[in-house]
């Protein structure tokens, strides 16, 4: 079991706050960086992982990511690592969340899929008609970065044009303008929409099943009856939590609680 | 009696026909008879466990037309293991003809002591003649009566005895005669062989034998062992009795399931040549008699192969197995064919294994292959070989490797699981054929293959590693940047909307669309442009000019005057006739208006276009 990378919602954290946890982390760093740099501590783990040593590596890897560096190469190295050791629901885990972070990255689609096929239980497929199945990879396969870029790059664009029509004292100006607000608008609006799968993606409440098999339970509780199993490896969406028990629900629409130590989230 | 004599004529018949006319003349007084009758017979009336019973169930008669089998059914105490063998003699004596059909049986006792063959019923002409009952005793397994001792025969009631088929009177020879069926191990893995042997015990001349159906091995895969030609005779003692071992057929047997599988009993049929007392008899030909002997079931334990390291390649091959790859050249060029050829030979069998243990081979175009397999039997044991001729064909120019080819098979000697590899066989491949006169060589391209998947190395980090889990649309900047538009176009709107409300901004948004609003209502008017309307329709015109002008200048329409107006667009710079034509156009329409008699259509149509033409022109001459 390890810690999940932070992921905090940073961007609702209040700007005053900003100036300390900036000193915190460099604070952090600066005591790392005495004795192992993020980078050489991945170099560690991957001389290890060459090596066959892959618990070692796993070691390292999560030092990294402890320092606070949720960087994707490193939970992918950690990834491959838990695969060569045949913990195929941990380097799912990682996978997954490597390609949070990274989701054009193909060498990390193709390992989370080799991965997949390792697993007992057939990923469910849900039936999806071509236009928006490939619209769904689409956006999946976005990179980041450049797309917030884009989204503001028209956000400000189509600000711009609205805030100009007052201005313009022809009818015949303002309305070539008008409609270059709407059509400016539209991109924004689909760039934006964009940027919100994404952020909604990256909140997904999903885990992933770590023992071999794992009953899944009409209730919380040992006591409630067993109403399917599940094995390692297999993706469930999170729901409400109570005590040590946590509600699972597959694609298909089934449904249950599990122990809270058997899923890990991704 | 009857019978006997019967018999004795009919075996002289059978060799010398004179000797026999005056013997069966002699002894035989019912040659006439015309009287069908039946009768049972068994070979013996003490048997063990395991044998087979023989009866004969015979019918004599002058004709044997509407005549049945014998009804079996009512058989209790034995089992109808085979049979009937029917047989139908017809003689002639002294003008008399006899016919006997005789239906043979071989039986199976049930159980052990005195078991009886009821009286069986035969349906002849319509009636139903009856056998004799005949008492058997059955001993238990292995009670082999010794060959010189007389059987202890005790025929039912006084009669003589109906049994063998040997004389009357004198007590027959007993057959020393044992079937068995016997493995070299009996317990074994699955897919090793096992070799069965079925042996016939014998001290009696054995002259001829046969299986009595085909030997079937539910759970086996069995393969024959051929036998020579001259069968194997052993001189074995048993309990301190001479014997004659005869191996009958042996098979080599591999357990397709494992758990405890039985070989069920086989059953032969023995020829043997019985020693008679009569020397008439043994003189003139060779009495033998047919029996049946029946082995016991076998049961061998057939374990499963150990799960514990099994390799990944294993497709159920057992035994002990070598493994060969080689090309038919080392040296080709491209596009030029190269045999290769993978063979696998040992003791054991090869049948289950299917998948041709070939890697995938890049810059090689393979066909697929021609297997064939061989089987021999050597000192009872199967060897087998089976051979994948491949073509490949070199793609591309350079030092092809084939790579080692794997092969995994079971051990059963040293029970474990055992790999063999060939040697990797390099094939020098040089450049095809140029043609010559073309400049450059043609090459075959073919696609880049994937050989097989496996996963992505690890990544590497030259540029370091930085802290990605905080994306740009997290930030604070981003909500911030999100932000700003909106609000400096909130302020821009906010401005502008003030700025409209002024009533400089009132004047000047009526100064401009004066000219808009004069358009609109002109056309109005343009409606009203008939005799009975005639008066709105001025008034309107007359409106619409003083309001153009109110509107251009900022002064409500009502206060006009000519005068004013005329002030109005003189400070205006509007050219001269331009005012004169207004002004003439406004006074037609006080005119009219106050004048009734002119409701003329065609000045209405010419004030009305004066009027536009003159607003055209003053719009032109203020804006200008």
């Known amino acids: ?266 | 009696m009857i019978a006997t004599a019967h018999r004795r004529a009919l075996a002289l018949a059978g060799s010398v026909c004179l000797v026999a006319a005056a013997v069966a003349l002699g002894s035989s007084p019912v040659a006439a008879q015309d009287q069908v009758s039946v009768r049972a017979m068994v070979d013996r009336q003490e048997m063990s466990e395991g044998e087979d019973l023989r009866l004969t169930v015979e019918i004599i008669g002058p004709s044997l037309d509407k005549v049945g089998p014998p009804d079996m059914t009512v058989l209790e105490d034995f089992e109808l293991s085979a049979g009937p063998s029917v047989s139908t003699r017809y003689q002639w004596i002294n003008g008399a003809s006899t016919s006997s059909r005789s239906y043979t049986y071989a039986l199976t006792p049930k159980k052990l002591g005195h078991v009886t063959i009821p009286s069986l019923g035969v349906l002849v002409q319509g009636r139903t003649l009856r056998t004799r009952p005949i008492d058997v005793t059955v001993g238990p397994r292995g009670a082999i009566r010794a060959p010189n001792q007389p059987p202890p025969a005790t025929p039912r009631g006084a009669g003589p005895r109906e049994g063998s088929q040997g004389s009357q009177g004198r007590q027959a020879a007993p057959i020393s005669l044992r079937l068995r069926a016997e493995v070299d191990n009996r317990s074994a893995y699955v897919g090793q062989q096992i070799t069965l042997r079925l042996v016939l015990d014998t001290q009696t001349e054995v002259l001829n034998a046969g299986p009595l159906d085909n030997p079937t091995f539910p759970g086996f895969w069995a393969e024959e062992i051929k036998l020579p030609d001259q069968p194997e005779v052993r001189r074995v003692t048993l309990d301190g009795a001479p014997w004659n071992e005869i191996t009958l057929m042996k098979r080599a047997l591999f357990a397709t399931t494992s758990g405890s599988l039985s070989i069920p009993p086989m059953a032969w049929q023995v020829q043997v040549r019985r020693r008679s007392s009569d020397p008439f008899e043994s003189f003139f030909f060779t009495p033998t008699e047919t029996v049946t002997r029946r082995s016991d079931t076998l049961t061998v334990t057939a374990l499963p192969l150990p799960a514990a390291g099994k390799p990944a390649g294993f497709s159920g091959a057992v035994g002990s197995f070598s493994l060969a790859l080689s090309t038919d050249r080392t040296a080709s060029k491209v596009n030029d064919a190269v045999g290769l050829k993978i063979k696998i030979a040992g003791e054991g069998s090869l049948g289950s294994v299917v998948a041709p243990p070939i890697p995938e081979l890049a810059d090689f175009k393979r066909f697929d292959p021609k297997i064939s397999s061989t089987s021999s039997v050597t000192d009872d044991r199967l060897r087998s070989e089976k051979t994948w001729d491949y073509v490949v064909i070199p793609l591309a120019p350079g030092t092809q490797t084939v790579p080692p080819v794997e092969f995994s098979f079971f051990d059963p000697k040293t029970k474990a699981y055992r790999t063999v590899a060939s040697q990797p066989v390099s094939i020098q491949v040089a450049k095809g054929d140029e043609t010559p006169g073309s400049a450059l060589p043609v090459v075959a391209q073919s696609d880049v293959r994937l050989l097989r998947r496996d996963m992505h190395y690890l990544k590497l980090a030259p540029d370091g590693l930085r802290d990605r889990s905080h994306p740009f649309h997290r930030s604070p900047l981003f909500l911030v940047l999100l932000i700003v538009p909106v609000a400096v176009d909130l302020t821009l709107w906010g401005w502008a909307r003030g700025r409209d409300n002024s009533p400089e901004a009132a004047r000047s948004r009526r100064e401009r669309r004066a000219r808009g609003v004069a358009r609109r209502r002109l056309r109005d008017a343009r409606r009203q442009m008939r005799p009975p309307t005639a008066r709105a329709f001025y008034a309107s015109v007359a409106q619409t000019m003083t309001d153009y002008v109110g509107d251009k200048f900022g002064a409500a329409g009502a206060g006009l005057t000519h005068q004013k107006i005329e002030e109005l667009l003189a400070g205006s710079g509007a050219p001269e006739e331009l005012r004169a034509a207004y002004h003439h156009c406004l006074e037609a329409c006080d005119f009219a208006r106050f004048a009734p008699s002119s409701s003329d259509e065609g000045e209405m149509r010419r004030v009305l276009a004066s009027a536009e033409e003159t607003l055209a022109g003053l719009e032109r001459s203020l804006d200008a």
């Open chain 1, 1 to 266: 079991m390890i810690p999940a990378p932070r992921m905090r919602p940073a961007a609702f954290l209040p700007v005053a706050f900003l100036p300390a946890v900036m000193a915190g982390a460099l604070l952090a760093s600066v005591a790392t960086a005495r004795a192992a740099t993020p980078q050489s501590l991945f170099e560690d783990g991957n001389a290890a992982y060459k090596a066959g040593h892959y618990d070692q590596a796993v070691a390292a890897y999560q030092e990294v990511l402890a320092n606070g560096i949720v960087d994707p190469r490193a939970l992918y190295n950690l990834g491959n690592a838990y695969f060569k050791m045949g913990r195929i629901g941990l380097a799912i885990v990682q996978y997954e969340r490597a390609l949070r972070l990274a989701p054009s990255d193909q060498e990390i689609r193709d390992n989370l899929d080799l991965a997949r096929g390792q697993i007992h239980d057939r990923p469910p497929e849900p039936e999806l008609q071509y236009p928006i199945r490939v619209a769904r990879d689409t956006l999946e396969m976005l990179p980041s970065g450049p797309l917030d870029a884009a989204f503001l790059v028209l956000w400000f664009v189509t600000a711009g044009f609205a805030g100009a029509l007052p201005l313009v004292g022809s009818w015949d100006r303002r309305r070539v303008l008008a409609l270059a607000t709407l059509a400016a608008g539209l991109l924004a609006l689909t760039a934006g929409a964009a940027v919100a799968y994404q952020v909604r993606m990256e909140e997904a409440a999903v885990a992933i099943i770590l023992p071999d098999k794992v009953d899944v339970r009409s209730g919380p509780g040992e006591e409630n009856t067993v109403l399917f199993t599940v094995h390692e490896g297999t993706r469930m969406e999170l729901g409400n939590r109570l005590d040590t028990w946590v509600q699972v629900s597959l694609p298909t629409g089934l449904s249950g609680w599990v122990p809270a130590s058997s899923v890990e989230k991704v």
